[in-house]
């Protein structure tokens, strides 16, 4: 591309309330997400069964609950204009259903396994459903109606890689409660932090100047309005975009729910903090520097390599199975991964904003919820069961002595990586289509900026 093709352009300032409210529930509403997409799969591992598919259950059910609960909500707060209300009281009650965790205890619960799998997926969905209505759908549209095309790169970027900061302060501060077995302070402390973000926000979070009421259409249709066929024909490259995040989704959730699991039982690593936090430390400077360059001279240079970068990631992590030197292949693999994932989605996020139309920020939000969230999940909750029993070693006298939990249930084998990786291919097909329309685009958008 010739120096001419590139369009650079001064970032708009958002302010510092702004930006307060960006860092505030971004990362709050990240600790709550990693607890559940991570330590609630951790638990029912360790605490009640190891068998995948209990995991696999619990991942279902509630992306399903959190994307019904994204649709409706994220429609009404379309049509009453306002967000405020939404992530603020949102945040609180997601807190106090997070805290609610702590009624499982400390160790394998004394009910069937039944019936203890049954009531966690029915609280998870409950949690993911409010916490999908105050984060996916009211604060997620929120930072739609503050930003423009000259900022959202890195506001993106930096919102990308909230997961991976939040994962560092638990494993800093908060893991060694679970290593100690002490699950209910966990989930108490944890969930006290969502609840106060919600109180702090009261003080500081501003709706959009932008944002006004939707009206003219009955609710019922406001909340179809992203499922229409008129609809998503007018706003095909939202879709594709959205269809793109799914791919790198998916990459991440067939094997993120077994990653404590993967590294500490079937890697042998009992320290499972030094090679996650090497990974996620890693993931984090890469993509906020990448974020940047992503700003000023346009995302369209960036898929292809982001995209190859996840795949080769999830191929360099399952060579463990073969070459061993665990502890380097997974931090390189994994650094790759999920860099690859907070890029990507940093990439598809950015773009889908720009060709959101005016005003139907939060009926956007409800589309990426089903396919940038619900999606990967349930598919990855019908392929892992299937790939973990195909070609899964049953686990070992000791380790079942150490972890009882997997009596009669499988290591999860490597496989689930490769898996990763071939997911990761498919992002290349979305990425072809938004690459081309990029910088038509930008020009578009940065026109409007001047008008």
Known sequence: MTRDAIIIKKATPLGAKAWASLLLFGFVGQIAWMVENVYFSTFIQKNITADSWATSAAVAASAIAAALATIFSAAWSDRIGRRRTFVCFGYMLWGGTTAAFAFFGNSQTALPVGLAVLLFVVMDCVMSAIGSTANDAAFSAWVTDITDVTNRGSVDIMLSIMPIVALIVIFAGFDAMTVRGNWQEFFIVLGALATGAGVIGLLIFKDSPRLVPTAGEQYLREVLYAFRPANIRENKMIYICFFGMMFSGLAMQLWQPYMISLVEVTLGIENYIVPIAVVVLASAALSVGAGKVMDKFGKEQFYYPVAAMQALGGIIAYLIKFFGHEMLLLCIGGTLIMTG????????????????????????????????????????????????????LEP??????????????????????????????FIFIPAIIVKKDAMRLRKAKLGELAE
């Open 396 to 425: 070992s006298a000791d380790i079942v002595a150490k972890y009882p939990s997997y009596a009669g249930s499988y290591l999860y084998p490597f496989e689930l990586f490769l898996a990763a990786a071939v997911a990761a291919i």
């Open 341 to 392: 994932n907070l890029m990507m989605a940093g990439l598809f996020t950015a773009s889908s904003r720009d060709y959101t139309p005016e005003g139907r920020a939060g009926a956007s939000q409800s589309v990426k919820m089903v396919i940038y969230i619900m999606l990967p999940m349930v598919l990855a909750s019908v392929i892992d069961p299937f790939i973990i029993r195909a070609v899964a």
